[in-house]
């Protein structure tokens, strides 16, 4: 379903869709069709799966004038989410087998994980925590550590207190963004090109979350906003808090779990593409029989507004330690000659 419209003598433009994307006949195994092993292969794939995608789209345009300035605004939004819907046959052991591992009609990109409630003050508070917060009765905290959430109340931190925090790392964006604006004016013109995306996730960890993984170097931020002793000399000296527990060498100890303390919503918006450009006046370059001369100066990915510059990595990297080439910042000078 959707909508074209055209407003304000032409001025505004505006398209905009909703859709659902339903697929039948998903290819899948039949596991309760059982073949000797002396036959040497396993049974092919069949249609019997069903998923889909639900989303919507759309982008609005605007151009007019004022005086001799020219310019248009653009935006376009594209939001979509996929769904599981039918398996064949799924079977769990028990209700909470079906409820962590079911993947009948729900919505795909699920990141599981433990509910980060507090940090640990103090050593008194450590040893009068009534909950089994490492699996050791907490012998190995520190202060500063994590607490996690213990959402069936046994009184125990284990996998049956995970619960749905986020989105799927290594995924696209589910929802996706971006604009134009562009300016003309007595033969200087600007375009601006801007991307963004959200609705997708990021897990901190490796060299990001590890202090010396591996035997390696760690950033700044991770040795210095920690929680650690005022003098590192006296184990008796009161604690210092910090952003980040207490460092361990090469591991990050109880607090090492798959939590929303390491996991980040992403969310940005980049300039893509920036261009400023003069075209010269035509009584100019009638002189050497030229149509057309323009110079320009062009900049790619020169500035990213998001919420992940305190881990120091680009948003659309989806490597947990960041240890991949970053996109480079691209700046170009040049002219056009047209004849």
């Known amino acids: 379903m959707g909508i074209d419209a055209t407003l304000l003598n032409n ?195 490796y060299e990001l979350r590890n202090a010396f993984h591996g035997g390696g170097n760690s950033p700044a931020y991770l040795l210095e906003d920690r929680w650690h002793r005022k003098d590192p000399y006296d184990p008796n000296s009161e604690w210092i808090p910090g952003r980040y527990p207490a460092i361990r060498n090469g591991n990050s100890g109880p607090n090492s779990r798959n939590s929303d303390f390491w996991l980040t919503n992403v969310r940005y918006l980049r300039v893509r593409n920036l261009e400023i450009g003069y075209n010269l006046p035509k009584a100019w370059i009638q002189k050497i029989k030229a149509e057309k001369i323009r110079f320009y100066i062009n900049a790619s990915n020169l500035i990213s507004f998001d919420n992940v510059k305190d881990y120091q990595i680009d948003p659309e990297i989806e490597a947990r330690a960041a240890v991949v080439y970053p996109q480079q910042r691209v700046f170009m000078v040049g002219f056009n000659m047209t004849f």
């Open 11 to 205: 001025k505004l433009t505006l398209t905009a869709d909703i859709f659902k994307i339903i697929r039948t006949g998903y290819p899948g195994k039949r596991y309760d069709v059982l073949l000797p092993a002396e036959i040497g292969y396993d049974l092919p794939n069949e249609n019997l799966g069903k998923n889909g995608y639900y989303g919507a789209e759309g982008i609005i345009t605007y151009t007019d004038k004022v005086g001799e300035l020219n310019y248009v605004v653009s935006g376009n939004m594209t939001f979509s989410r996929y769904r599981e819907l039918e398996t064949y046959k799924p079977r769990f052991s028990n209700s909470w087998n079906e409820y962590r591992n079911s993947i009948e009609d729900r919505w795909g990109g699920v990141w599981w994980g433990y509910q980060v409630v507090g940090r640990f003050q103090s050593e008194e508070e450590i040893r009068n925590h009534p909950i089994n917060n490492d699996g050791q009765n907490n012998r190995s905290q520190l202060p500063g550590d994590l607490i996690y959430k213990d959402v069936n109340g046994d009184g125990v931190i284990n996998d049956m207190d995970q619960r749905p925090i986020g989105y799927q790392t290594g995924w696209a964006p589910m929802m996706s963004f971006g604009g134009r604006i562009g300016l003309d004016w007595k033969g200087i013109n600007l375009n601006i090109d801007l991307a963004g995306g959200a609705i997708q996730s990021w897990f901190q960890d």
